[in-house]
């Protein structure tokens, strides 16, 4: 039996396979998932702008490319470079903690969405995006959580 499988550039997007995103800097929190989704909302509460726009809104595509099954959430920057990040966030242990794993997955500057991979060459701008997530969203989240964040070595 042959199975042949196709898809139109609507229905599949190649770029981005389940299980393939990468991550940039991880960071650790030792809190629950919960505790996490409630500092998320809070944090949307009080940065409405963080919340994607609605010229933005056909992006988050994610639920669709398979990767429904992650506890993903997307933060908007309108400062330059205007762009937004796919965060998710995961159980995780360091140094025999349970801890939360935060980290962002994928960056989208309005047009399509690139990983982790498509930086490896651009160190500059890899260090930027973590900057500017750790800056913006992580030292927020710490305030909020009222628990400092570390950086996630496994």
């Not at 139109?8 to 991550?23: E, P, V």
């Not at 809190?31 to 409630?38: F, L, R």
């Amino acid at each position: 039996m042959i199975l042949i499988v196709g898809c139109n550039s609507k229905s599949c997007n190649l770029d981005k396979i389940a299980g393939t995103l990468g991550a940039f800097q991880k960071w650790s929190f030792a809190i629950s998932e919960m505790q996490m989704e409630k500092g998320i909302e809070n944090l949307y509460t009080q940065n409405p702008n963080c919340r994607i726009p609605e010229k933005w809104v056909h992006l988050d595509d994610w639920k669709q490319g398979g990767y429904g099954f992650l506890n993903g959430k997307i933060f908007y920057f309108e400062d330059q470079p205007e762009e937004m990040y796919f965060v998710s966030y995961y159980e995780g242990s360091m140094d025999s903690q349970d801890v939360l794993v935060i980290s962002v997955r994928a960056v989208n500057n309005g047009s399509s969405w690139s990983t982790v991979d498509d930086f490896r060459f651009r160190e500059p701008e890899q260090k930027r995006i973590d900057n500017r997530f750790h800056e913006e969203i992580i030292k927020k989240l710490e305030k909020l959580l009222n628990v400092k964040a570390q950086k996630y070595k496994p």
